[in-house]
């Protein structure tokens, strides 16, 4: 889900930048800091709307550097266990597919009691282990790889509707575990 | 020990499908993908080129249901008629737009709250809008 979200970012600035220009460069510094950043606690954070306060700048004792504490107005995305979302597949082996959602990259996975899941660290109940429905299978031949069955087809760059099931949350990056293996999920046109 | 319980990860306690978004994100305002698009396509600052942006630029354009900003704020009003609906649900609806009452409850598990009807109605006045914006 996109949220509008009002965060703050603190500034460490060196005294050469003191003058005239300080502010348009104290903006471009928190465009260049903040966007497309990715953190646990609030998602990626995709653009800043607006500055709100640019802050007051407390001179640090010490070193004579200021800090700014800024807050500003920004587009973030975090994705939420339980949530549908609409994604692109990007990349299609024997073990399930990579769907592209915004900036986040979710796995669904065809393999029953599958590696790469343990290897991820996302602890789920072993009968969830298959989130592609059977009738959906792994054909080798085809060129791109692909899922198929008798009326759906799934290869890369196929927009599928799918549920995230898991989200594993990294200092700079998300994971996430996604299933098709519901109603009204799957392949969209 | 009540800071010890304070600090504890919110991590397992998220899920959308109960509406519990975590201490940041339960009251904070969510955007439709076509605002997204429209905030992104809109800015008076240059692109920052980062994997990111553009990946949510193409992100957005590919799945915005409503291409003018008319159509997006017509559809929020259309669902503020419905005041159980949260910005949650409200977001989820028009982003997914499904296509029954039925559907909805399906992927929006926490709309059981609501009437079959009066979804239905929403829903047939959003898919409506969305066929013949402009």
């Known amino acids: 889900m996109f ?3 009002e965060l703050t970012h603190t500034i460490l600035l060196h005294p050469s930048y003191f003058g005239p220009r300080m502010l348009s460069f104290l903006e471009s510094k928190l465009y260049s800091d903040v966007e497309g950043t990715c953190s646990g606690q609030f998602g990626y954070i995709i653009a800043v709307v607006s500055i709100l306060d640019i802050g007051k700048g407390m001179v640090l004792s010490g ?4 800090e700014f504490i800024t807050r500003y107005r920004a587009i973030v995305f975090k994705p939420f266990k339980g949530e549908v979302v609409d994604g692109v597949v990007n990349n299609v082996n024997k073990m399930g597919f990579f769907a592209d959602v915004g900036p986040l990259t979710v796995f669904v996975s065809h393999q029953v009691g599958l590696r790469a899941v343990s290897l991820l660290a996302f602890s789920l109940s072993s009968g969830l282990f298959q989130l592609i429905h059977p009738d959906l299978r792994f054909d080798s031949n085809s060129n791109p790889p692909s899922f198929a069955s008798v ?3 799934i290869e890369k760059s196929t927009h599928v509707r799918l549920k995230i099931v898991g989200t594993r949350v990294d200092a700079t990056e ?3 575990i996604g299933t098709i293996k519901e109603d009204h999920l799957g392949v969209i046109d | 020990m009540a800071t010890k319980f304070r600090h504890r990860p919110q991590n397992e306690e998220e899920d959308a499908s109960a509406l519990k978004l975590g201490a940041e994100f339960n ?9 997204v698009k429209y905030l992104l396509e809109n800015r008076d600052k240059d ?6 942006y553009n990946k949510t630029l193409e992100y957005v354009k590919t799945f915005t249901k409503f291409n003018t900003t008319h159509s997006a704020s017509a559809v929020r009003d259309t669902l503020r008629r419905e005041p159980a609906l949260t910005q949650f649900e409200t977001a989820q609806i028009a982003n997914l737009c499904p296509a029954s009452a039925d559907e909805a409850k399906s992927v929006i598990p926490s709309l059981v709250k609501i009437d079959d009807d009066r979804l239905e109605a929403l829903l047939r006045d959003i898919q409506t809008m969305r066929k013949y914006q402009s």
């Open chain 2, 47 to 52: 692109a920052p080129d980062t994997k990111v």
């Open chain 1, 3 to 5: 949220f509008i979200k």
């Open chain 1, 174 to 176: 998300i994971f996430a």
């Open chain 2, 27 to 35: 009251n904070a305002g969510c955007l439709l993908i076509s605002e």
């Open chain 1, 151 to 153: 009326d759906q087809i």
């Open chain 1, 63 to 66: 070193s004579g550097q200021a």
